[in-house]
């Protein structure tokens, strides 16, 4: 009971400094200013506003860090909302224990790339109807696709095949992202809300720091 209590009042404040982020991340965006594409941030405004123009502008962003902690280092994944900020926020991982270190975006294993390392794209997908892989060891459940299904980075770097699922196996992952129990149920519970309202994708960011 005390550690779920401890982790209310972190998600709390998680959720307060977050909103902070996000607000900052669109904070120069006008009304007038949805088909400017000059900006990182622009092109995101642009692509929920536009891509979903009936539903309150959801996308998901995922932080993390460069090995910093011993044994697998756990980032953030928030799922967010134009209107509302961030709505919910769960501790998830990317990678493993031994690839967790700057530009291991290029190498199999490593992390999963953020969307400025790849030439051609300016946000990830996850799509909100999962695939059913309850027999593969690794994800033991759903598997929410994220596309490009395969990329190569601005090294040149083939990296694909990614996705938030379940973290089923040892600790980490090939470059998902993958979430405990509890945190991939109340995740699911989002995706699900998404796919009865028919939104069939949402956009995904990444960072690192």
Request: aromatic share 12%; net charge positive; proline share 4%.
């Amino acid at each position: 009971m005390v550690v779920t209590r401890e982790w209310a009042n972190q998600k709390s404040f998680l959720r307060k400094v977050h909103n902070r982020e996000v607000n900052e991340w669109f904070r120069d965006i006008g009304e007038n200013e949805i088909l400017d594409n000059s900006t990182a941030r622009k092109q995101a405004i642009k692509l929920n506003v536009l891509t979903f123009p009936a539903n309150p502008n959801y996308f998901l962003i995922f932080n993390s860090h460069f090995d910093r902690d011993k044994g697998v280092d756990r980032g953030r994944l928030s799922i967010c909302s134009l209107e509302n900020g961030t709505l919910d926020i769960w501790i998830a991982c990317s990678s493993h224990a031994t690839k967790q270190y700057a530009e291991s975006f290029h190498e199999r294993g490593g992390y999963l790339p953020p969307e400025y390392r790849v030439p051609d794209i300016t946000n990830w997908n996850v799509e909100t109807k999962p695939i059913d892989l309850r027999k593969h060891k690794g994800v033991a459940g759903n598997f929410y696709k994220i596309t490009p299904f395969e990329v190569t980075t601005d090294k040149g770097g083939k990296r694909g095949d990614f996705g938030i699922h379940l973290d089923a196996n040892v600790p980490g992952s090939m470059g998902c992202i993958v979430l405990n129990k509890k945190r991939f149920e109340e995740f699911e519970s989002w995706m699900k809300r998404l796919e009865q309202d028919k939104i069939p994708q949402i956009s995904l960011f990444v960072r690192y720091s």
